[in-house]
């Protein structure tokens, strides 16, 4: 049996047995496992509202430091998790596409909040990128406006519990010919181009949301906004003052 292999020889009793004696069994995946799920180093960036929420979980009330994960690293070379906190504009998404290229291998990402998954509030906003799963892969999609550092933390769990099922010898970093290089959209005068990666992202064949909303409300065209840097309007001539009538002198 390869020494990788994340079945053992030793049967849970047994090994709870011999843990009592001070005598540890395990395998090399889960030893490898275990020391990267416990030393997650998150990159030190934030985006909008939810970074703040993403800070207090750092702070003493929270403690993400009971988890392995207090070490927020200024450099991508250096951090192998992406937080995406907060609203991804349009104008951003090239420089965090870029930034999770440069991390090191294995890397993972965790979108906080609904403006990270879709847009959130600003989902109509020309300028806002409808989730962020449109051009980088994303291992835990964590919703709320702002979900809360308990919901971090959890969503931080549940990307320990997908490293700890990886196995070392079928990881895809370690294959080789592996390329993980995305490519990095450019903002042009209407939006992002190309508009998503197609490896990583598909735009939905059947659109339900008429069916389960309903009809969309249609809101009437707003009137033309004011020209606030137009030239005043010139004064207005005074109107002339009604002169007051005299009433008539009685007839004798
Ligand atoms: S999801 Fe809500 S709290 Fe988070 S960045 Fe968007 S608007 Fe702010």
């Not at 020889?9 to 047995?17: I, Y």
């Not at 009330?61 to 349009?90: C, H, N, W």
């Not at 993980?180 to 990583?200: A, D, S």
Request: aromatic share 8%; hydrophobic share 35%; net charge positive.
């Amino acid at each position: 049996m390869g020494l990788t292999q994340n079945a053992t020889v030793v049967d849970d009793g047994l090994k709870s047995e011999l843990s009592k004696k001070g005598i540890v069994v395990t395998t090399m995946n889960e030893l490898y496992n275990w020391g990267r799920r416990s030393s997650i180093w998150p990159m030190q960036f934030g985006l909008a509202c939810c970074a703040i929420e993403m800070i207090a979980t750092a702070c003493a009330r929270y403690d993400i430091a009971r988890f392995g994960a207090e070490l927020f690293r200024a450099s991508p070379r250096q951090s192998d998790l992406m937080i995406v906190a907060g609203t991804v504009t349009k104008k951003m998404t090239p420089q965090v596409v870029r930034l999770y290229n440069q991390m090191a291998e294995p890397k993972y990402l965790i979108t906080m909040g609904a403006c990270s998954i879709a847009g959130g509030p600003f989902i109509d906003g020309y300028n806002v990128l409808r989730g962020i799963d449109r051009f980088i892969p994303v291992d835990v999609h964590l919703p709320g406006c702002p979900p809360r550092p308990e919901a971090l933390l959890y969503g931080l769990m549940e990307l320990q519990k997908k490293i700890d099922s990886q196995v070392i010898e079928k990881t895809e970093w370690y294959q080789k010919g592996l390329t993980r290089e995305f490519p990095i959209p450019e903002l042009g005068p209407r939006g992002l181009v190309p508009k998503f990666n197609p490896e990583v992202w598909q735009p939905r064949e059947v659109d339900h949301r008429k069916e389960r909303y309903g009809q969309p409300i249609v809101i009437r065209r707003k009137a033309k906004a004011p020209d606030l840097d137009a030239a005043p309007a010139p004064p207005r001539p005074a109107a002339a003052k009604p002169q007051p009538t005299q009433p008539p002198k009685p007839t004798v």
